[in-house]
């Protein structure tokens, strides 16, 4: 039975948190038949590894972070902080108060465990306690989008094409209240 521990990173977790960016980014834009998008692969980690640092510089006050780990080893990650411009651009600015959870990526072989799960209902959790009542979340990738749409619903906004052909951007509006916080 595998032990997932959850908690904030730390300063001596970034070089590893950075790598599991690269690797997990990388993996799922393979994954998604967009691996020749070395650019875009790029300016992904980048953006990850600039919410990262904000958060430290921050301490947690403008993006928040948790990690899963298997011992001390980096499984898992979540964060959230303000909308992106991508979603206040294509939501009119509907989404511009509410805060995004991002970066939830789970390392590909301990994909489809729980880990993805875990992370989120901790995520609820620290939102609440905050006073934080709903978020926003945005998906590009179609493998995701199946498990966002089968945990939250049909979304928001639907951005046919938004990435090419057969690649839609999909946005979700979600209040605490109507998840299951058991």
Not at 37 to 66: C, M
Not at 92 to 100: H, Q, R, S, V, Y
Not at 134 to 145: A, M, P, R
């Amino acid at each position: 039975m595998l032990k997932v521990e959850i908690r904030r990173p730390r300063t001596g977790d970034i070089k590893e948190l950075n790598s599991f960016f690269k690797l997990v980014i990388t993996y799922t834009f393979i994954k998604e038949g967009l691996g020749e998008k070395l650019d875009d692969i790029y300016d992904e980690i980048k953006v990850k590894e600039k919410y990262l640092k904000s958060d430290f510089e921050s301490n947690g006050e403008k993006r928040y972070f948790l990690i899963a780990l298997d011992g001390d080893k980096i499984i898992g990650s979540i964060e959230y902080g303000p909308a992106s411009d991508l979603i206040c651009n294509c939501t009119n600015n509907a989404f511009k108060e509410l805060i995004e959870i991002g970066t939830v990526f789970v390392h590909p072989y301990y994909q489809k465990m729980g880990i993805g799960n875990l992370l989120l209902n901790k995520m609820y959790y620290t939102l609440q306690s905050r006073g934080i009542e709903e978020f926003c979340l945005d998906c590009g990738y179609i493998s995701s989008q199946k498990i966002w749409k089968k945990k939250f619903g049909e979304p928001n906004y639907l951005l046919q094409d938004y990435w090419g052909k057969g690649y839609d951007h999909m946005i979700w509006r979600i209040k605490i209240s109507d998840l299951v916080l058991g």
